[in-house]
Structures are given as C-alpha cells and as structure tokens.
C-alpha cells in the first residue's frame, strides 16, 4: 500500500511516502501534471477508456485536443499526415494542441509536427498480449 504522509523534514514541500518496506522522499515539485500528451489508441485494448479520461481532463483543464473537423478517425486506411487537420476553426486560430488521442494509422513523423518538438510531450499507448487478443476475436 502507498500513502503520502506529510513530514516533520526540514524543507515544508517534502513528503515521505511509504510503501514497499521502504521510505521515499519525494520533493512535491518534482512532480507536475504533463499536459502535452500523445496517446496511440489501439485496438481492443481499452483505448476507448482512456481517449475519454484524456477528453474529460482536457475539459476539465481547458486543453486543445487534435480534431478533425467531423469524424472520430484521422486519416482511414492512410497513415496519419498533419494536413489532416488543415482548414480546421482550430488550426487556423493557431491553437497549441495539448493532446493527441483519436484513432488514427501511426506516423510519428508527423504527429511531431503537430505536437511540436519545443514542448516534448508524454507519448504512451496500450499493449495487449496477441495470443490473449487472437482468443479474443475468435467465434
């Protein structure tokens, strides 16, 4: 079990957190939300649950999120390309994208483009075991 207690150390913002058998200090500003995130959605793999995570603290927080103009997929069976989002209300405004999530046929490449290389944002993605997922899709 892991609890953040607060300490009698000498610095005030420092929090000893237990657990494991262990003590850890931890300096609480060591610790600061990523806002620019990439997350890679793939299939049947729970990435639905996260994309709407991601959408509601996007809300939440007033972050841009990468659309297209209508649709929930970028790109069909192409790989993913920039352009996708050209002549969008948003991409025209000049918007700084926080967050990257929709479905889409990876290109990192250009995702980059979009997300930029300046603010280096968290890329992750979920990962399921194939032989799991084949038993899975089978009838």
Same mark, same amino acid.
Not at 16 to 23: A, D, K, Q, S, T
Not at 30 to 45: A, E, G, M, R, S
Not at 66 to 81: A, E, Q
């Given at each position: ?17 237990? %657990? ?17 995130? *990439? ?17 509601? +603290? ?6 841009? *999120? *990468? ?10 069976? +192409? ?17 700084? +994208? ?9 290109? %990192? ?21 194939? *032989?799991?997922? +084949? ?5």
């Amino acid at each position: 079990m892991l609890r953040s207690t607060d300490s009698t150390d000498s610095h005030p913002r420092t929090k000893i957190l237990l %657990g494991l058998g262990r003590e850890q200090k931890q300096k609480s500003e060591d610790c600061n939300p990523k806002l620019d995130v *990439v997350f890679q959605k793939t299939h049947k793999c729970g990435g639905s649950t996260i994309q709407n995570i991601l959408f509601r +603290y996007a809300l939440a927080h007033e972050l841009n *999120v *990468v659309l297209p103009n209508s649709g929930n997929f970028f790109g069909g069976p +192409y790989l993913f390309k920039a352009s996708y989002i050209k002549g969008t209300p948003w991409q025209m405004a000049g918007l700084h +994208y926080h967050m990257f999530c929709l479905h889409n046929r990876w290109n %990192g490449k250009e995702v980059e483009k979009i997300m930029g290389k300046t603010h280096r944002p968290l890329y992750f993605t979920i990962l399921r075991d194939p *032989v799991e997922l +084949y038993r899975y899709l089978l009838p």
